[in-house]
């Protein structure tokens, strides 16, 4: 049985598969800044009613499994976590206190709709680290 989400006018199931980068590709998702991406990306996906399914920060990039309700876009929530977890990342684990060019993610993104591959998807992500030999991964909680 295919579980839906209900609001007070519609029953839905919108959920995506999105990965994006830091800008540049570069490889900065080590150490502290790694462990703490996760708690940042979890408590800004709270902030909007967003679900995270599953995900896993690579040195490079993020994969992540989200559940978004159908008021708000694919590009919307996209926008909102990369901005407001860039300037947490440069506030609270860089230090920096400016308020301005603040950038740290790149600015495209990948999403492809879940449907009813939820199950493959979510594994794919999960052995994410298997297919990135020799990278580091870390579950993001």
């Not at 839905?12 to 830091?22: A, E, G, M, S, T």
Request: glycine content about 8%; some cysteine; proline content about 2%.
């Amino acid at each position: 049985m295919h579980d839906w989400e209900s609001q007070s006018h519609a029953k839905w199931d919108c959920k995506y598969h999105l990965v994006f980068i830091p800008k540049y590709r570069q490889k900065v998702l080590y150490g502290k800044l790694r462990s703490k991406i996760g708690t940042i990306l979890r408590e800004l996906c709270e902030q909007k009613g967003v679900e995270l399914l599953e995900g896993k920060a690579m040195s490079d990039h993020i994969h992540l499994c989200l559940s978004i309700p159908p008021q708000y876009s694919v590009s919307q929530v996209v926008g909102f976590l990369k901005g407001k977890s860039a300037i947490r990342v440069h506030r609270e684990l860089l230090g920096e206190r400016r308020l301005t060019n603040l950038h740290f993610w790149a600015k495209g993104y990948c999403v492809s709709t879940v449907g009813y591959d939820e199950v493959a998807i979510r594994h794919y992500i999960r052995e994410q680290e298997e297919r990135d030999s020799g990278q580091m991964s870390l579950e993001i909680e």
